[in-house]
């Protein structure tokens, strides 16, 4: 797929975040990110259905595990990962290339005005991806214009911020407070959060027979307390470069207890939640 630098002005920030450090850091421990969602991609993928001849569409698809699943569930087919990060699509591209997927493709590029071509996809994926649209409205109408009528759009989003324990652990012990509620449409984790909103949303941008089934699983962030401790301050460290040393010592060995205090045989981990969102172009 070309790479294309054509962004939309309401997700300048998005691409600023994800094409700078925080995409960097991503880019750069991509198995800790996917080991994190694993209990996740089995019912994503089954979910997802791709046959054996279709072309699938993979937004916000990081380093490409969720693409190279599609890819390979879709021999004589193709699967296209879009993301705003060029660190982590050329991550995607070399390890592709290394596991020998070749019907995998990457681009960078903005799904809320890239131009894909009218219904070239038989179905639209995004694990944790779909979330941070400056438009989700345009977004998913561009997205529903690239889909076949009766293809199939998949996502994974998180449930609200309060049945999630990852979040609300690292925000208590970071920031000094709880995640507080996320506004319907405003970009971020968490902006998919809400049925009713997701179903207005998909409705109004051409989809139908949308469902949303909720999903529960354990988030593993590290083999045991230090190595979990150093990759979440890695990630949200920025939340604590400001403060004054003696408090963010404070917040810092208050991560790292929380950490401690959530090790066990799997690891360090974390309760979540998550919709399971499937529907079809009408």
Known sequence: MTTTTDI??????????????????????????????ARYQPAFHAACDVGPGDRVLDVGCGTGLTTRAAARAAPDGEAVGVDLSARMIDVAR????????????FGRADAQVHPFVTAEFD????????????????AFANLARAVR????????????????????????TLAGREMPPSAPGQPGPFSLS???????????????DVALDGLAEPEVY??????????????????????????????VEALRAAMAAH?????VTFGSAAWLVTARRR
């Open 8 to 37: 939309d002005p309401t997700n300048r920030a998005q691409a600023q975040a994800w094409d700078g450090t925080e995409g960097d850091y991503w880019a750069a421990h991509p198995d800790r990110f996917d080991t994190a969602l």
């Open 94 to 105: 070399s390890t592709t290339e290394a596991l020998g997927v070749p019907n995998a493709r």
């Open 123 to 138: 179905g639209v994926i995004s694990r944790t991806g779909a979330m941070f649209f400056g438009r989700p409205d345009a």
């Open 149 to 172: 009528p009766g293809g199939r759009l998949t996502l994974l989003t998180w449930q609200p911020a309060d049945r999630n324990e990852w979040i609300q652990v690292f925000a208590r």
């Open 194 to 208: 809400d049925p009713d909103h997701v179903r207005d949303l998909l409705t109004a941008a051409g989809f139908a």
């Open 222 to 251: 590290g083999r045991d307390a230090e190595d979990a401790h150093a990759f979440v301050l890695g990630l949200l460290g920025w939340m604590v470069a400001d403060l004054p040393p003696a408090e963010r010592d404070r917040r």
């Open 263 to 267: 090790e066990g045989p799997d690891g």
